[in-house]
Nanobody
Framework: QVQLVESGGGLVMPGGSLRLSCAASGFTSRNYLMRWYRQAPGKERDLVAG????????NYADSVKGRFTISRDNAKNTVYLQMNSLKPEDTAVYYCNAVHRGSDYWGQGTQVTVSS
């Protein structure tokens, strides 16, 4: 059974940090482009960051550049999103996505709330 399970979300104060994890099972995620998306209430789901299969190339939304870092551990079938200097506008449900040759998998999401 294919699964992507996100974890690491929670409530954090502005300026704080969180590290999200996305554990893949049921498929070999090392061949997949892995991405993090987020969706705030009443808004569309937006791409936050992506990383290719080898981990050598990453891309980020302008709003998170310099604050967020995506990485992957293919031996653990896991992708991470390190989020620093968090802002209230980063509040959203964060989703993990895996794409490869027509296969497109999504996790259930993890809530991140940035508030004082």
């Amino acid at each position: 059974q294919v699964q992507l399970v996100e974890s690491g979300g929670g409530l954090v104060m502005p300026g704080g940090s969180l590290r999200l994890s996305c554990a893949a099972s049921g498929f070999t995620s090392r061949n997949y482009l892995m991405r993090w998306y987020r969706q705030a209430p009443g808004k569309e789901r937006d791409l936050v960051a992506g990383i290719i299969s080898t981990g050598g190339i990453t891309n980020y939304a302008d709003s998170v550049k310099g604050r967020f870092t995506i990485s992957r551990d293919n031996a653990k079938n896991t992708v991470y999103l390190q989020m620093n200097s968090l802002k209230p506008e980063d509040t959203a449900v964060y989703y993990c996505n895996a794409v490869h040759r027509g296969s497109d998998y999504w996790g259930q999401g993890t809530q991140v709330t940035v508030s004082s």
